[in-house]
């Protein structure tokens, strides 16, 4: 009998354990730690953000949906891997530290014979002064990252609704709290569900709403924008945001790195070198990722995390991790069975696995810092990520150490987005977008680096309606209920 | 409708040189018809780029 042990019960981890359960069956073993006792839906956050969903409609408890599964279920944060066993033993194993109630501090070891990594990111609001700290989000902002945060958002948000409603005006500022930023994406659907949000509650007029992140344009999305076919024209995602933006009187900054927080007040660099200011009175920045901080031990008690782990504490895979500058980057550079390289039975997955290089081009100021979108990999690509890896370690298990690895690179696999813009069933909207591939290929496609005939976006009501269904049909799917096997990543 | 996202833009300002949607296309985005055409269009083209990613 074989073990698979999963850190991580997110997109891509729960993805990976539930198929790799149902492929092996009760002769192997498939063990989940995860630290949290829900799974949550992150993707609806946003409307829990703005109070039109509830906590208890993005979460549910994991433990008899993997019960069910016959997953081994430890709520418990992995602390290191110890990939040689130790002195006593060559049976590679984890550390982990229990998080349930009353057995907080209990450690454990976990051994494994196939290791996946997917345990997402450190929300590390401790890089920005004033964002947070090593304990967490701080008390000058708000966040959509966990539906907790979310809900603290809407309570927030509320606050300041029934001060327009008295005459006084409020002032919003959403959207990345650190030049190294990703998700801008989940920031542009707060931006914009908080304006429908306002404008329901008849207090538009009193908000000056205003956009800032690390992008270089606005669109860029950390996938360095894309075109998109529209009335005969390849058109940049820069026209498309920015043509919204002004639809909905929302000015930006852009190019900024956030480098101090205050009490109403963000201090930024921008990407020319120029200082600035700007007050809030509500505002939501998203934090910059990094690994969890998951040490690894060699078997004479050597620390190798450095073996295992990129310097930004993401696992290393099968990347090309020396691609250099810009101008070198190729689509190939990609990772595309996530294995790691040192380790054969370690495996990575979602945010977990260390990306070779950003996807849109790094910049910096003239003063050096670098001010530009990290490379994304949440959403669609996850959860096929974590499929492609859980049937590689299946077949290892089933076929043969020798079986061949299954591929899944995000320079040859699309990802179909939905991004919120205001919920409502007849008057919201959604900018409803494909982009194939997720990193462009411009040796494939020169020019754009993608193919502009699977690459599209527009915003309607229609892209509303796709979205709330996927808030179900991706719950269905996650409980593993009839048919959830038919549902795509 | 048109004018009131026109006066949005500030001369000179960030969005100057934006395309901004007139009253029509404001409108189609909402109407219940079109978007149900809409719908199904997007799904098919959803649909395709998935089973291109599997």
């Given at each position: ?401 020798n079986a061949p690895l299954h591929e899944a690179s995000m320079a040859d696999m699309g990802a179909a987005c939905v991004a919120s813009a205001g919920k409502g069933l007849f008057d919201g909207t959604a900018a409803a977008m494909t982009i194939y591939p ?46 959830w096997t038919l549902i795509p990543e | 409708m048109s004018k009131k996202v026109e006066s949005n833009i500030k001369a000179y300002g960030n969005n100057f040189t934006t395309m901004t949607p007139g009253p029509l296309a404001i409108a189609m985005r909402t ?24």
């Amino acid at each position: 009998m074989a073990r698979l042990v999963v850190l991580g019960g997110g997109v891509s981890g729960h993805t990976a354990a539930t198929f790799a359960a149902k492929w092996l069956g009760s002769a192997h073993e498939v063990v989940v730690v995860t630290p949290n006792s829900k799974w949550n839906w992150i993707p609806s956050n946003i409307w829990v953000g703005v109070g039109q969903m509830s906590k208890e409609d993005v979460t549910f408890d994991l433990a008899p949906v993997y019960a069910k599964a016959g997953i081994i279920y430890h709520q418990a944060k992995a602390l290191g891997i110890h990939p040689e066993g130790n002195e006593t033993s060559d049976k590679p194993y984890v550390v982990v530290e229990s998080t349930i109630d009353g057995e907080d501090g209990k450690i454990e070891n976990i051994e494994y014979d196939y290791l996946i990594n997917a345990t997402g990111p450190k929300l590390n609001f401790a890089a920005t002064p004033g964002l947070g700290d090593a304990n967490g989000l701080g008390e000058f902002t708000v966040s959509v990252c966990t539906a907790d945060h979310a809900v603290h958002a809407n309570e927030e948000l509320e606050k300041t609704i029934v001060k327009m409603k008295n005459g006084e005006r409020q002032k919003f500022l959403i959207g990345t709290g650190h030049g190294l930023c990703t998700c801008q994406g989940a920031a542009f659907e707060y931006i914009f569900n908080i304006e429908h949000e306002l404008n329901k509650a008849g207090v538009r007029d009193m908000a000056d709403i205003k956009w800032i992140s690390n992008e270089s344009f606005l669109g860029d999305f950390g996938v360095g924008g894309l075109h998109m076919k529209s009335m005969g024209f390849a058109v940049s995602s820069k026209i498309f945001a920015e043509s919204l933006f002004t639809e909905r009187n929302v000015d930006w900054i852009i190019g900024a790195h956030v480098n101090k927080v205050e009490k109403g007040k963000v201090h930024y660099e921008l990407l020319s070198g120029e200082m600035g200011e700007e007050e809030f009175d509500f505002s939501m920045l998203i934090p910059p990722f990094a690994g969890v901080g998951l040490k690894a031990i060699a078997k004479d008690g050597t620390d190798i995390t450095a073996t295992l782990f990129a310097p930004n504490g993401f696992l290393k895979v099968d990347a090309n991790y020396a691609a250099g500058a810009y101008e070198n980057w190729k689509a190939s550079d990609w990772p595309k069975t996530y294995q790691n390289p040192t380790y054969g039975n370690i495996f990575a997955c979602g945010i977990a696995f260390a990306p070779p290089h950003p996807i849109s081009k790094p910049m910096s100021s003239p003063n050096g810092t670098p001010i530009n979108p990290t490379p994304p990999r949440t959403g669609m690509p996850s959860g096929i990520i974590g499929k492609a890896v859980a049937h590689s370690i299946c077949d290892r298990i089933t076929k043969g150490e020798n079986a061949p690895l299954h591929e899944a690179s995000m320079a040859d696999m699309g990802a179909a987005c939905v991004a919120s813009a205001g919920k409502g069933l007849f008057d919201g909207t959604a900018a409803a977008m494909t982009i194939y591939p997720v990193v462009p290929d411009f040796d494939k496609y020169p020019g754009t680096g993608r193919d502009t005939d699977y690459t599209f976006g527009e915003i309607g009501l229609a892209g509303h309606w796709i979205k709330h269904i996927l808030h179900h049909l991706f719950i269905w799917k996650a409980k593993l209920k009839f048919g959830w096997t038919l549902i795509p990543e | 409708m048109s004018k009131k996202v026109e006066s949005n833009i500030k001369a000179y300002g960030n969005n100057f040189t934006t395309m901004t949607p007139g009253p029509l296309a404001i409108a189609m985005r909402t109407c219940k018809i079109w978007q149900l055409i809409r719908f199904v269009v997007i799904n098919i083209k959803m649909i395709i780029v998935v089973n291109k990613s599997h």
